[in-house]
């Protein structure tokens, strides 16, 4: 096992990467902006580092000041966490380079995923269930032809990246081209990458994935799903497994093509299989993501598998603890708060937090990088906590969760715990059968939304 690892991300995934090394007994590098000097996971850290000035790409995203920031301190492995350069074939190759070992799969299995028509390719060979679309990157004139014999409505999504960025709804051909270029640019501003691909659109859809670690011996774990239909914006709100759509029969198809997938391109370590679970209840493979996942913690708490100890092991080059189907119990939920203003269609909110009194206890898990006093910068991902609970069944979990929430205090800052609240206080969330459109449907239901457009007017 590693005697000392370098985290290349900051914030809350910091933290919890830094909290499984210290209990493994292994010397945790942080390295960090000048906007994130006085930030939780600088403190908590055995050494840290100064690599550069708040934005992300003189700081986070520059590769050689965190090689450099691992040579100087003798890391011999540096974490990613997610977002960043978690994805990133050239960091990981940077490493070995380097002889440091990259916590995560191996670089081409990254840019295989990352080239979502070829993921779509790779897939299909191997027996998975894809969304009906073009096999690959689609010219306006392709995308008209395949949009035509799929039938309205149909998604464009960008080929590299992920997020809902590059991703375009077109509900008649009218609409085609002018989302096909919207789509094309901003898939060129995020990903430098403007080739784009079509699918049937799915609706109503539910957002299912499966979590599966697998290590250098052939052993694969696949730890159940979670259930991330709520949506704003194409980004998850709230999480949950086991998800009230899946019969233990669907479930096992499920995992065991996420299985059958991890085995036909030898992936190694930890990631997340997206799946798109249709009305008609059949399930279609969306993409894989070559990275820990932000809503990993609710498949810990079903599964009792610490998923970043085992991504360390496995780096090590040591074997799964178990392999097959990880046992589960009982039902999680996580809620992400952000610092987001759902009066202003949820605009990022940076600012002082006057007051964090996160609540405690049975069954309730919080993870988070603030403390009262704590500034949210203007540079980064708005996610500020992630509110985790478990208990025996679900109905027991929403009141549990619901009771947390109330709990909960941060001042200084807007969030979008309320909102969060309104949808598990909703008949439709109660009785497990929504979609991704759940939001949208919704609006005028959830008191925290109905308000927010009575603010702001029709869009």
Not at 64 to 86: K, N, R, V, Y
Not at 324 to 333: D, E, F, W
Request: net charge negative; proline share 6%; with cysteine.
């Amino acid at each position: 096992m590693f005697k000392r690892v370098l985290i290349a991300n900051r914030g809350e995934v910091a933290v919890r990467v830094i909290r499984a090394l210290h209990e493994l007994d292994i010397e945790a590098v942080a390295v960090y902006s000048t906007a994130d000097a006085d930030s939780l996971h600088v403190k908590m850290a055995d050494r840290a580092v100064k690599i550069g000035p708040p934005a992300a790409n003189a700081s986070y995203l520059n590769m050689a000041s965190i090689i450099g920031a691992a040579q100087i301190t003798g890391a011999e492995a540096i974490h990613p966490g997610w977002g960043f350069l978690s994805e990133n074939a050239d960091f990981v190759r940077a490493c070995a380079d380097n002889d440091i070992v990259f916590i995560g799969p191996t670089p081409e299995a990254m840019e295989r995923m990352g080239d979502k028509a070829q993921a779509k390719a790779e897939m299909r060979a191997a027996g998975v269930p894809l969304v009906p679309g073009t096999e690959g990157t689609a010219t306006l004139a392709q995308a008209r032809a395949a949009a035509s014999e799929f039938g309205y409505p149909v998604l464009l999504k960008a080929r590299s990246g992920g997020g809902g960025r590059g991703m375009r709804l077109v509900l008649g051909p009218d609409q085609l081209e002018a989302a096909y270029a919207a789509a094309a640019n901003e898939a060129e501003a995020a990903f430098g990458d403007g080739g784009l691909y079509l699918e049937k659109a799915l609706v109503p859809a539910r957002h299912v994935e499966i979590q599966v670690i697998c290590d250098s011996h052939g052993n694969v774990l696949t730890l159940g799903e979670r259930e991330c239909s709520i949506q704003r914006r194409h980004q998850k709100l709230i999480e949950e497994s086991p998800s009230a759509a899946l019969t233990p029969e669907r479930r096992e198809e499920m995992e065991a093509a996420a299985e059958r997938a991890c085995r036909a391109i030898g992936y190694e370590n930890a990631g997340t299989f997206e799946f798109l679970l249709g009305p008609e209840g059949n399930f279609y493979f969306i993409e894989l993501n070559c990275r820990l996942q932000v809503e990993h913690p609710v498949s810990e708490l079903c599964t009792r598998v610490d998923i970043v100890r085992e991504q360390l092991r496995v780096a090590a080059g040591e074997r799964l603890l178990q392999s097959g189907r990880a046992p589960r119990a009982g039902h999680a939920i996580e809620v992400r708060i952000n610092a987001e203003d759902p009066s202003r269609g949820f605009l990022p909110a940076p600012g002082r937090i006057s007051l964090f009194q996160p609540p405690l206890g049975p069954g309730i898990r919080i993870d988070s990088h603030v403390q009262t006093g704590s500034v949210v910068p203007p540079y980064y991902d708005s996610l500020i906590a992630k509110l985790i609970v478990w208990d025996a069944d679900r109905p027991a979990a929403i009141a549990r969760t619901l009771r947390a929430l109330d709990e909960l205090v941060i001042e200084g800052v807007p969030t979008t715990a309320a909102v969060a609240a309104d949808v598990l206080r909703s008949d439709d969330f109660g009785s497990g059968n929504y979609s991704t459109s759940f939001l949208e449907l919704n609006e005028a239901k959830l008191p925290s939304l109905r308000t927010a457009a009575a603010v702001t007017g029709p869009a």
